[in-house]
C-alpha cells in the first residue's frame, strides 16, 4: 500500500526552505511514500528544481494561496479558507492523503484539523500527544500545548485516549495513567487536579495517581496527563535543557588541548549519547483523538533533519494503522454514547 | 559576625537521618557558622554522638515534640505549635537564627513562615525562588511550587520580587524580566498570563515579554516568573531528564569493553560535566519576599551532599546581608503603601 503525505510547506518558523528539502530527503529514504507539497506554488518551484527525477514522481504541489501566520489568533484563522494548513488537512479529509503534517500555528492546528477531520464520540478536542523516552523506554504525555485552558473532563479524556493509543501501539492491556501536578500527595495541586483526579480514579482507566515532573523522564507511568500549559512548559524545558547540557559538554571536552584529547577518544560514546539526547530526534507530535486521520505537529522551529522525523512518524503511524486501531479501542472503552463505561 | 542557622531536622523525605550528618559536614568546611539543630531531642541526640567536640561545641539542639508531615495540608498544620518546622522560624523570628533551612512540606513552610516572618509591604506571598544555571550564567525563576493558585497581581509582584533579586545580588541596574508562556507571541497562552502581561507592561519593570521554557535554560532574561504550577513542573521534569541523561552516558560508557576504556580516558571530561550538569548542586530555593528572615527551602529528597548546598546558600544570604539589600531595593521601588510606582 502506498502512504501518502500531505504537506503544509507554508508552516513553521522557516517556512519552504525546511520543509522542502526535509521533504525531498524523506521521500528518497522511503521510497513507499507519497507527498502532496501544499503551499504557494511559486516559493515551493523553485526549491523543487533540481530533485532528482524519482523523487519527482513521487510528488506533486497543490498550490494553497493563503498562509496562516504564527501569531494569528485561531478565529481570524477560519477566514482563510485557503491557507496552506487547512488544504492540506481537507486533502486527508477527501481521501487523497491519510495523513497531514505542519510545524504552523498550534492553535489553529487544533482548531481546524477538529472541524476537518473530527474527535471519537466522547472526546472533546484532540490533544498533542508525543511519546517522549524515558530510562525504561517511553511515556506518552498529553496535552503539550494544544488546549491551554482545559476542565476537569477534557483531562480525563486525554487519560482515555493516552490509555488507547498506549494500548494500541506498545499492546500493554491496561496502561498506567498518571496526573501531572506538583506532588504525588493527595493534598497536592490546585482545583483543576483535584477534580480530574476524581474523575480518573473512579473510570475503568488502570489509573496510578499523582505523578511529577520527573516521573516523566522516569517512566513511572505509560501515560502522563496534564493541560497543554504544563505540558508545553515542561517540553519545552527539556528542550532547554538538552541544549544547555550539550553546550556544557563541549565547553568541558573543548577546556584545552589535553581535554580535546580525551573528547576525541571518546568521540564515538559521545556521539551515541549525542543522538540519544537530541531533541531533533524527537520531532513529530501526534493529534490524538481525530478520526478522520492521521495529523502530525511538528515544532515550530524545526529545522530539516526534526521535520524529517515528523514525516516518518506520520508515515508510521499510517502504516501501522493507528486511527483504525485507536478507533478499535476507543469503542471498546466508551459507550455508544461516547460516555466511558 | 557569626551567623546561625536554624535547621528543620524533621523536614523532607529522609529526616534526621540526612539533615543531621549534612550539619555536620557542613559545618566542618565552614567554621564561621553556628547551627541550632530543631526536632526531637530523642531522634536527634544520637546521630550526634560520634560529632568532633570541635563541631559540637557550635551546634545545640532545640527540642520540637511535633513533625509537619509531607502530606499534611496546611491547615491542620496551625494547630501544631511544637512543630520542628515552626520553631525553627520562630528562632529567626526571635532573633536566635538569622537563617532557617527546611526540606519540609513546602506549603507549610510557605504559610508559616509568612505568619512568622511577614512578607515586604506590597507582597502578598512570599516565592519560592532559585537561580537555575543557564548557558550564559543563571536566572531566577520563580514560583517554583509554593503558591500553586496565583492571581495576576501575584504574579506581577513575583516580577517585582524577582527584579529587586537580580539587582541586589547581581547589581543589574534593570533586570530583564519574562513572562513564562507556551509561545512568545501576543495572543498565546490564557487569561492568567494575559492579565498578568498587562500589569508587567504598565510597571516600571525592565519587562521583556513572554519567553517559553526553553528559554529559562537559554538565559533569555534575568528573571523567569510563572505560577507555581508551571514552575514546579518545569523544575521537577529538569531535574528527571538530567537524571535519565546520567544514566543514558553511564549507558553508552559501559557499551562494551572498547566504550568502557574511551569513557574511562574521558573520565576528567565526563567528571566535570557531571559536576556541572548535577541537580543535587542545585539544591536550596530562597523563600523570597519575607521581610523577618532567610528561609531556605531544601528538595524534599535531597541526600545529605544536596541538603549541604541548601545550608551553604543559607549562610551565603545571611553573609551577604540579602533581607537589607532586598529591602532597600524594595523600597526605592515600592511607594510607601506598598504600590509599585
Do not use: W
Not at 559521545?270 to 478522520?292: E, I, M, S, T, W
Amino acid at each position: 500500500m502506498s502512504i501518502t503525505i500531505a504537506i503544509d510547506c507554508m508552516g513553521g518558523d522557516h517556512g519552504p526552505v525546511v520543509t522542502v528539502p526535509a521533504t525531498l530527503a524523506f521521500l528518497s529514504t522511503h521510497p513507499d511514500v507519497e507527498a502532496i507539497l501544499v503551499g504557494r506554488e511559486e516559493e515551493l518551484a523553485p526549491l523543487l528544481e533540481d530533485a532528482q527525477a524519482g523523487l519527482k514522481s513521487r510528488l506533486r504541489v497543490h498550490n494553497a494561496t493563503q498562509v496562516v501566520g504564527m501569531d494569528e489568533p485561531p478565529a481570524s484563522v477560519r477566514s482563510k479558507k485557503d491557507s496552506s494548513m487547512r488544504v492540506a488537512l481537507h486533502l486527508v479529509k477527501h481521501g487523497q492523503a491519510q495523513a497531514a503534517v505542519s510545524a504552523g500555528n498550534t492553535g489553529a492546528l487544533v482548531m481546524i484539523s477538529r472541524f476537518a477531520l473530527k474527535t471519537f464520540p466522547g472526546i472533546d478536542r484532540p490533544a498533542i500527544c508525543f511519546a517522549l523516552p524515558t530510562i525504561k523506554g517511553h511515556t506518552y504525555a498529553l496535552d503539550l500545548g494544544g488546549n491551554v485552558d482545559c476542565t476537569p473532563e477534557h483531562l480525563f479524556q486525554f487519560g482515555v485516549m493516552g490509555s488507547v493509543l498506549a494500548s494500541a501501539l506498545d499492546h500493554i492491556e491496561r496502561p498506567t495513567v498518571g496526573l501531572l501536578n506538583v506532588g504525588t500527595e493527595e493534598i497536592k495541586g490546585n482545583e483543576l487536579t483535584k477534580r480530574t483526579a476524581k474523575l480518573l480514579r473512579e473510570s475503568n482507566l488502570n489509573y496510578h495517581g499523582y505523578v511529577e515532573g520527573d516521573d516523566i523522564f522516569t517512566g513511572t507511568v505509560d501515560v502522563v496527563v496534564c493541560d497543554g500549559f504544563a505540558g508545553n512548559v515542561a517540553l519545552k524545558t527539556s528542550e532547554g535543557l538538552v541544549k544547555m547540557l550539550g553546550t556544557f559538554l563541549r565547553e568541558e571536552v573543548r577546556r584545552g588541548p589535553f581535554s580535546m584529547l580525551m573528547g576525541l577518544i571518546a568521540l564515538p560514546v559521545l556521539r551515541r549519547f549525542k543522538h540519544r539526547a537530541d531533541p531533533g530526534r524527537y520531532n513529530g507530535a501526534v493529534l490524538l483523538g481525530l478520526c478522520g486521520g492521521v495529523v502530525l505537529k511538528s515544532h515550530g522551529s524545526a529545522d530539516a533533519y526534526a521535520f524529517e522525523q515528523a514525516l516518518a512518524r506520520a508515515a508510521d503511524a499510517v502504516a501501522n494503522d493507528l486511527i483504525r486501531r485507536i478507533r478499535d479501542r476507543m469503542e471498546a472503552m466508551m459507550g455508544a454514547n461516547g460516555e466511558s463505561v
